[in-house]
Structures are given as C-alpha cells and as structure tokens.
C-alpha cells in the first residue's frame, strides 16, 4: 500500500506539473513583474508622477477636475489621489464603458497629462498575473486552478522527498538521480514561502474569492466591519427643496470591499455638493495625513469616501496595514460622520490587510520584495529542474509517464484529494474531471486490447 501511496502521488504529480507549467511560468514571471511595479513606474511615468505643467498660475483643485473633463471628454472623475511629497496628485476618471484614466496635476493643480488605465505597468502586470491579461471568467478559474494544482505539487512533492529519502548523502549514479535530487531539494526549501504567497493571493481569485469575500460579508464580526459595507449616509435635507428628486437615489457603496475604495463609478453631478477644496479644508482639520484617496459620492444621499488603504496597487498611495482607515464625510457640509479603522476589522478582514501586501512585496519595506523575488526565483528553477528530470528519463517517442500501478488506489490518497478539495472547491471539480477522463482512457484501452 506504501508503494501504492507513492506510485499515487508521483503519477499525479507528473501529470499535473506537465499542463499547468506553462500557467505558473506565467504567474512567476508577472508576479516579478509587479513587484517592482513602483520602482518601474517611478522611472517610466517620472514626468506625470513629478513634472511641472510649466504654467504658474494656482487652480483649484474643483477647477482642475473640471478642466480634465473637458480635456477628456466622456469621462467623469470618481476619485481624487492626493499623495506625499514629491508625487504629484492623480484623478481617477472613467466613461460610460468603465474604461479607466489616469490624469495627473502638479503643485498647481495644473493637468500635467493623462494615461489610459489599463495599459500602465502596474495594470498589465497585474492582468497578466491574475487573467493573463485576457480576461474572461474561464481564464480567471484557469489561473485559479494552476494556484491550486501548484498546492498539490508542493505537497505531494515533499510527500515524495521524504518518503524516497533523496535528500539523503548517497552517491549519485547519473545525471537524472542528481536533477532529481537538486529538483527535490530546491522544492522542499520554498513549499513554505510558496504556500503563504499562493494563500495570500486567494482572496483576488474568481472561485475561491468569491466566496471569502462572501463568508466577510456575511458575517462582520469576523470579516469586514458593517458600517464599511453599508456606509452612512449624507443629509439630504441640506439640499434646497425645489432642487430634490422626489425619491434620491440610494448610494450604491455597500458592495465596497475591504480595501476601503468604496463605490467606483463616478458621482452624481449636484450642484449643492461641497466642494473638493471645501472638504480637503476639513481634512487637513482632522490632521489626517497624505497618501489618501477621496471618492466622490454616488448619490444624492452618498457620502465623501477618504480612504488610505494597504494595498491599493497604486504607486505613492499604500499605506502600513494598522494605519488603514476609511473616513465619510457629508456631502453637503462636509461634516466627519464616521469611520472604520483596522482595528474594527474581523481576523479575516486583518488577513486581507496584511496577507495581500505580504503578497505583494511591500509589507515590510524592501526585504519584502527580495523574499518574494528568491521566492518565484527558486520556484521557476524548481520547474526548469523538474522537466529536465523529465527529459533525461523520457524515451525517444514516448511520454515517459510514471508507470499506472496494478494494487487499488491508496485509501490516504484519496482522502488527502478530498481534503484538497473540500479546501479549494475549484481543484475538487478539476478532480472530478481527471477522474471521468481516466475512466473513459482506461475503457478505451480495454476495448482496443478485446478488439485485438
């Protein structure tokens, strides 16, 4: 049965590593990519991050987004970055069709010029890294999957490595127990850092995501606080009767995740809203320290959003993960109604807000990102050591799988599948999948030996 067990997982752990490798050359590399995406854009956007307009004259900051939008037509701002020193200030804008753009002002408010959203590095990077910049729910559950599959590969591979004892001093005998050994060696030094970053990367994926988003939903005390789901509203009776719609429209904020960005799809134009100048007066009141992001209303009855979050993906704009705090403001008045800061979030909230930035290189400075970056390194040479195992033990013309093995499936594999399973529900329908494939394979090679 021990030989069952391991026949088991080898040929599982064969196959799997033959389809999926080209996905996780490709999450490897894109996860590089955007770990450095701030020193990158630091120097590819130097003139829109810290350039001059060249002109002298002060605009408020209310002028300026005004101005952008005739600069830009179709496109309406729903967000304004303000960042530290020497960043300039940044306007989210979007049009009807959710394209997003960036415009960027100087100490002046003075439009410095814009960038289409998606194609900046940061966002390719991050495309690529999470839907191989395709897109598409099939290919989100595809790079979901190969996360899933790589779990099984670092777990079945240290089952291996230790059951066949080859991290043991022996003589090696040839090129292939030597690949083999380094391939082991290499796998078994990383499948922790591995882990925590494929788990740290879990709450962006589209099947798994899903549903812990759900679960900090659903329940507050353990996940995302109540008031940053359902956000406070402004005081509607500060807007002159004769202006009022007869039934103001709800603010759209309650699908607001934990990141504290609030709702995106730009304001309701009101003519009775406070001004951006007006409102940043009260923030500074409040002492509240740059880098922030102030979302504009979505409503009638919405509210200011002033959020400062760990992990925007925004050069200039993250912050420590305790320092993360989302602020509403009223609209009209500009009043501070409330807050909610990391310290009322649920464990599964704190997860979030520490495991992403983990994830993505900037949690702890500078180590972080070197960490992440030996991390993906040694993991890519694991891959490279694996096929080349594979090619100095496969035969001309043939795949050279690992052998089927005449004794039943192993009873512990079986269960260690289903606990996978039960744990990653997108790898426990990929199983099924693999086990309906073997049956028809072997059926059909049945039937090919009683034909002969």
């Known amino acids: ?74 496109y309406k701002t729903n967000k304004i970055i303000e960042l530290e020193e020497p960043y300039n200030t940044r306007l989210s804008m979007k049009n009807a069709d959710g394209k997003e753009k960036y415009v960027f002002l100087d ?16 966002n390719i990077m991050r495309n690529t890294h999470s839907s191989l910049f395709i897109g598409g729910t099939v290919v989100n559950y595809l790079v979901e999957l190969a996360a899933c599959w790589a779990i099984f590969l670092m777990l079945s591979g240290i089952y291996m490595t230790f059951k066949a004892k080859l991290l043991k001093k ?133 509210v200011y959003t002033v959020a400062k979050s760990s992990n925007t993906g925004v050069t200039g704009l993250d912050v420590s993960p305790d320092d993360e705090t989302t602020m509403y403001f009223d609209q009209y008045s500009g009043k501070f109604i409330d807050k909610v800061g990391y310290e009322d979030y649920g464990i599964l909230a704190k997860w979030f807000t520490w495991g992403i930035p983990l994830h993505e290189g900037h949690l702890f400075g500078w180590p972080n990102k070197l960490i992440n970056l030996l991390v993906c390194l040694a993991f890519l040479v694991v891959i490279v050591w694996g096929v080349r195992t594979w090619l100095l033990r496969k035969k001309q013309g043939m795949l050279s799988a690992p052998p089927k093995i005449s004794q039943k499936i192993s009873i512990p594999f079986i269960i260690f599948m289903i606990i996978l399973g039960i744990l990653m529900p997108l790898f426990g329908l990929s199983l099924i999948a693999v086990v309906l494939i073997e049956i028809i394979i072997n059926l059909v090679s049945k039937n090919k030996k009683e034909a002969n």
């Open 107 to 122: 100490d002046h408010n003075q439009i410095i010029g814009g960038q289409d959203a998606g194609y900046t590095f940061a």
């Open 170 to 302: 022996t003589k090696q005998t040839n090129k292939r127990q030597k690949s083999r050994k380094f391939h082991a060696l290499v796998g078994t030094i990383i499948t922790i850092p591995m882990l925590v970053i494929i788990f740290t990367g879990l709450p962006w994926s589209a099947f798994m995501g899903k549903y812990i988003y759900q679960a900090s939903q659903d329940h507050p005390s353990f996940g995302t606080p109540l008031l940053q789901q359902q956000p406070p509203t402004s005081d509607v009776s500060e807007i002159p009767w004769a202006t009022r719609q007869e039934t103001p429209p709800t603010s759209d904020s309650g699908h607001a995740a934990h990141h504290g960005m609030g709702a995106d799809m730009g304001y309701v134009a009101n003519p009775n809203q406070l001004s951006v100048e007006k409102l940043q007066h009260e923030i500074d009141a409040m002492n509240i320290s740059k880098p922030y992001a102030i979302i504009y209303p979505t409503s009638e009855d919405g």
């Open 1 to 74: 049965m021990k030989n069952s067990l391991y026949q088991s997982f080898w040929r599982m752990h064969f196959y799997a590593a033959l389809f999926i490798t080209p996905l996780l050359i490709s999450l490897t590399l894109s996860g590089i990519g955007f770990l450095f995406y701030t020193n990158v854009e630091n120097q590819l956007y130097d003139k829109y991050f810290f350039g001059e307009s060249g002109k002298t004259e002060v605009q408020s900051i209310d002028d300026a987004v005004k101005l952008a939008e005739e600069s830009y037509a179709g």
